[in-house]
């Protein structure tokens, strides 16, 4: 099993900026895609970012220019460095990691969600 915690939520003004952070823990052998999602009161998930163990980065339109992934995999890491803040961006993050079990067998995580709350 594969424990992810987030930190670093909360509430900022439109404009500012958030750094969120997550740490996998546990068993780990391999660890692919790490990545953030959120969701909006009343809306589905939707990504934000992901990242390869190579270090490519993936955004959505929505954030890119704003918003910067990278991951540190020594520490199991992944960070989303968030600025110019929208209230748009008003959600909870969620981070996901792609796991593979024994090298091979590929499981989803996910955190449990942290708070970032945009006020105008």
């Known amino acids: 099993q594969v424990q992810l915690v987030e930190s670093g939520g909360g509430l900022v003004q439109a404009g500012g900026s958030r750094g969120l952070s997550c740490v996998a823990s546990?068993?780990?052998?391999?660890?692919?895609?790490m990545g953030w999602y959120r969701q909006a009161p009343g809306k589905q998930r939707e990504l934000v970012a992901t990242i390869t163990s190579g270090g490519t980065a993936n955004y959505a339109d929505s954030v890119k220019g704003r918003f910067t992934i990278s991951r540190d995999n020594a520490k199991k890491s992944v960070y989303l460095q968030m600025n110019s803040l929208k209230p748009e961006d008003t959600a909870v993050y969620y981070c996901n990691v792609i796991h593979y079990r024994l090298g091979i067998f590929r499981e989803d995580y996910w955190g449990q969600g942290t708070q970032v709350t945009v006020s105008s």
């Open positions: 546990g068993t780990i052998f391999s660890l692919g895609s």
